[in-house]
């Protein structure tokens, strides 16, 4: 049980720090690899923009932005709702650069 409590309060720090401190592109280049983790580099995109940007603190035309800057840099593809991450070491690259 402390176990599961101290996992939980590391994620809650860490969400905190990224909302206080990280800029919307770094947010958004985390949550990816964060999606990535669990569903690998072919990512389906389950929520919209609105959604997405609920969860990052940010409004919905920043990440419409953040996603067409990263796929303009050829971080990620995108078609429709699914997403490619070509290379994750570039995309981690770019978030420790952010």
Same mark, same amino acid.
């Given at each position: !049980? *402390?176990? $599961?409590?101290? +996992?939980?309060?590391?994620?809650?720090?860490?969400? &905190?720090?990224?909302? @206080?401190?990280?800029? $919307? +592109?770094?947010?958004?280049?985390?949550?990816?690899?964060?999606?990535?983790? #669990?569903?690998?580099?072919? &990512?389906?995109?389950? #929520?919209?923009?609105?959604? *997405?940007?609920?969860?990052?603190?940010? &409004?919905?035309?920043? $990440?419409?932005?953040?996603?067409?800057?990263? +796929?303009?840099?050829?971080?990620?593809? !995108?078609?429709?709702?699914?997403?490619? *991450?070509? %290379? *994750? @070491?570039?995309?981690?690259?770019?978030? %420790?650069?952010?």
């Amino acid at each position: !049980m *402390i176990r $599961v409590l101290g +996992h939980r309060l590391r994620r809650l720090r860490n969400l &905190v720090e990224q909302l @206080s401190f990280g800029t $919307v +592109h770094a947010r958004m280049i985390s949550h990816l690899l964060e999606l990535a983790a #669990e569903q690998g580099p072919a &990512v389906a995109l389950r #929520e919209n923009n609105e959604e *997405i940007a609920a969860r990052l603190g940010t &409004v919905r035309e920043l $990440v419409a932005r953040n996603l067409g800057r990263l +796929h303009n840099e050829g971080l990620i593809r !995108m078609k429709k709702r699914a997403l490619t *991450i070509p %290379d *994750i @070491s570039r995309l981690r690259a770019e978030l %420790d650069q952010a």
